[in-house]
C-alpha cells in the first residue's frame, strides 16, 4: 500500500517496535509484524495484532507496570 504519511514510499512486511504509553505505563513491545514503510519508516498494524497488543498492554497497565518490554509472540 502506499504511505498514508509521507504519500511517497510503499510499504513492505516486516517486523517493528511499538511503544504504548498509558498514564505513567511505558509498555514496549518489539518484533511486531507490520507493514513497514520503505521511505519514511512509518508502520502499520493489521487489526488482529492491534489488538493483541493492546490487550497485552492492559494486563501490564493493571499489573502496575511502569516500565515493560515485551517481544511479541502471537
Known sequence: MDCLICKQGRTQPGRTTVTLQRGDSTLIFRDAPAEICDNCGEYYLDDA?????????EQAVRNGAEVEIQRFAA
Not at 495484532?49 to 498492554?57: D, G, V
Open 49 to 57: 495484532t492491534s489488538k493483541l497488543l493492546l490487550e497485552r498492554a
